[in-house]
């Protein structure tokens, strides 16, 4: 028997909470009048790319990065903001100020800062593409979610 790599173990671990996910979106009761996109429709898709992308991940190779099982002792000397752990921890502080920001703010300007601000703590230094990559794509899903499928989303302070 082989030993798992690191991204087989992920992958395992993913594809059980994907079924999970999927065995609960399955459940998700549809509405009673026909509709083009129903309820049960979003979490289904969700939880069968989810189950699609861990199984790529557990064939995918491991290269010199992606499979390795330790921490790079330089990482670990850097600065301690830097330090992989502290980016574990400045994640998720950010994660939780963004849930209490969603509503005051709003999505768009909620999920802006976030986007623009990991993105710029994890190294990326072109801020304009950074803020206009970032903007797009929660607009994007911004209008899809409030036009096309229906689903109010906090406004905040922006009038729409």
Same mark, same amino acid.
């Given at each position: 028997? /082989?030993?798992?790599?690191?991204?087989?173990?992920?992958?395992?671990?993913?594809?059980?909470?994907?079924?999970?996910?999927?065995?609960?979106?399955?459940?998700?009761?549809?509405?009673?009048?026909?509709? @083009?996109?129903?309820?049960?429709? #979003?979490?289904?898709?969700?939880?069968?790319?989810?189950?699609?992308?861990? %199984?790529?991940?557990? #064939? =995918?190779?491991?290269? /010199?990065?992606?499979?390795?099982? =330790?921490?790079?002792? =330089?990482?670990? !000397?850097?600065? &301690? $903001? $830097? /330090? @992989?752990?502290?980016?574990?921890? %400045?994640?998720?502080?950010?994660?939780?100020?963004?849930?209490?920001?969603?509503? @005051?703010?709003?999505?768009?300007?909620?999920?802006?800062? &976030?986007?623009?601000?990991?993105?710029?703590?994890?190294?990326?230094?072109?801020?304009?593409?950074?803020?206009?990559?970032?903007?797009?794509?929660?607009?994007?899903?911004? $209008?899809?979610?409030? !036009?096309?499928?229906?689903?109010?989303? @906090?406004?905040?302070? $922006?009038? #729409?």
């Amino acid at each position: 028997m /082989t030993k798992l790599n690191t991204n087989q173990w992920l992958g395992v671990i993913l594809a059980l909470v994907a079924a999970a996910y999927l065995a609960m979106a399955w459940q998700v009761p549809t509405f009673p009048l026909p509709r @083009p996109v129903d309820s049960d429709l #979003f979490p289904k898709v969700l939880g069968s790319t989810l189950l699609l992308l861990s %199984i790529l991940l557990f #064939f =995918e190779k491991p290269g /010199t990065i992606a499979g390795a099982d =330790e921490i790079d002792d =330089e990482a670990t !000397r850097g600065p &301690l $903001l $830097l /330090t @992989p752990w502290a980016r574990v921890v %400045i994640t998720a502080i950010a994660i939780a100020a963004y849930a209490l920001l969603l509503v @005051p703010l709003g999505f768009v300007l909620a999920s802006g800062l &976030l986007c623009v601000g990991l993105t710029a703590y994890y190294g990326y230094r072109r801020h304009a593409i950074n803020v206009a990559t970032s903007l797009g794509v929660v607009l994007a899903l911004y $209008l899809t979610m409030t !036009r096309v499928m229906d689903v109010y989303l @906090p406004t905040g302070v $922006l009038p #729409f």
